[in-house]
Structure formats: C-alpha cells, structure tokens
C-alpha cells in the first residue's frame, strides 16, 4: 500500500503561481509512474500531468506550457509547478501513484488526500 502527502496548495491571484508537492512512503523506482489529477465541483476527476520512472511526461492541453511535473527520487517526492494560474485551474489536485502488480497482469492505483487550489480573478 503506496501512502501519499499532499502540500502546497492554497490560494493565489490569476497569473501567480504554486508549487504542488507529493511525497510517497515507498520509494520511487517501485511505481511505475505518478500524476496529478484535479476535480472541480461537480465536474470529473481529470489527468493534469504525469510522469514514469524514465521521466516522460504527458499534459492536458489546458496547462500545456503553464505547469512542469518534476520528481525527485531521492526525496520520493513528485512535484507540480503551476504558473500564470488561471481562474479556470481552480480544484481540489490530488496525487496518483501507479504500480504494476506482481504478475505484471494489472495495476494498482493509489490517491492522495488532495490539497484546494483557488485562483481568484
């Protein structure tokens, strides 16, 4: 079982920025990859950005160019960097741990507590 501790969050004016952290209790060469998703209320729970062991990254077009997902294996921690936040961006962000079970046939997924992000116009 992968725990994980959100920080960062918090409350900032349109075009400020934000440093998102999540720490995992295991180490990261054991997770196949971390991510970060938001949920707005009453919307769905979408992908923000993600990152494997080797250091790929994917993004939603909405924050492409905006955030950068970064890790620190040593610290086990995985970082979100968001500038020129917008109203839009506005969510609870919650982090995601991916591992492949023994067997290599399916995933589990795990999820932090999530942390508010406002952007106040």
């Known amino acids: 079982q992968v725990q994980l501790v959100e920080s960062g969050g918090g409350l900032v004016q349109t075009g400020g920025s934000l440093r998102l952290s999540c720490t995992a209790s295991?180490?990261?060469?054991?997770?196949?990859?971390m991510g970060w998703y938001r949920q707005a209320p009453g919307k769905q729970r979408d992908l923000v950005a993600s990152?494997?062991?080797?250091?790929?990254?994917d993004y939603a077009d909405s924050v492409k160019g905006r955030f950068t997902i970064s890790r620190d294996a040593a610290k086990n921690t995985v970082y979100l960097q968001m500038n020129s936040l917008k109203p839009e961006d506005t969510a609870v962000y919650y982090c995601?741990?991916?591992?492949?079970?023994?067997?290599?046939?399916?995933?589990?997924?795990?999820w932090g507590q999530g942390t508010q992000v406002t952007v106040s116009s």
């Open positions: 995601n741990a991916v591992r492949l079970r023994p067997g290599g046939a399916s995933y589990d997924y795990y």
């Open positions: 295991e180490s990261m060469f054991s997770i196949n990859a």
């Open positions: 990152i494997t062991t080797t250091s790929d990254t």
